[in-house]
């Protein structure tokens, strides 16, 4: 098993960047799929990023491409998205989730989650 602790979150201005962090326990992180989800208020739970166990694959869903960037360190448990260049549609609660086998964009397969980092954007 895996436990999960996002940071990062706050608020910023739109354009502004904020890199938001996952602190994951437990053992063998560096066998997990790791994957970003956010979930706005009214709004069902989206696909944001993701990425493999050793880094060298990631997609993005489109709305952040170019904006977003997801990475790990296997040495430290963590993995991390960067995100610049945001806009008031990013804001939402974003949550980190890991999963075994699963490497996709269906939140409903991934089967550990943290508690979520709140992103708030002004415009």
């Known amino acids: 098993q895996v436990q999960l602790v996002e940071s990062g979150g706050g608020l910023v201005q739109a354009g502004g960047s904020l890199r938001l962090s996952c602190a994951a326990s437990?053992?063998?992180?560096?066998?997990?799929?790791m994957g970003w989800f956010r979930q706005a208020p009214g709004k069902e739970r989206e696909f944001v990023a993701r990425?493999?166990?050793?880094?060298?694959?990631?997609s993005y869903t489109d709305s952040v491409k170019g904006r977003f960037t997801i990475s790990r360190d296997n040495a430290k448990n963590t993995v991390h998205l960067q995100m610049n260049s945001l806009k008031p549609e990013d804001a939402a609660v974003y949550y980190c989730?890991?999963?075994?086998?699963?490497?996709?964009?269906?939140?409903?397969?991934?089967?550990?989650w943290g508690q979520g980092t709140q992103v708030t954007v002004s415009s």
């Open positions: 990425i493999n166990w050793n880094g060298g694959s990631t």
């Open positions: 989730a890991a999963d075994r086998y699963y490497y996709g964009s269906r939140y409903v397969e991934y089967d550990y």
């Open positions: 437990g053992r063998a992180f560096s066998n997990y799929y």
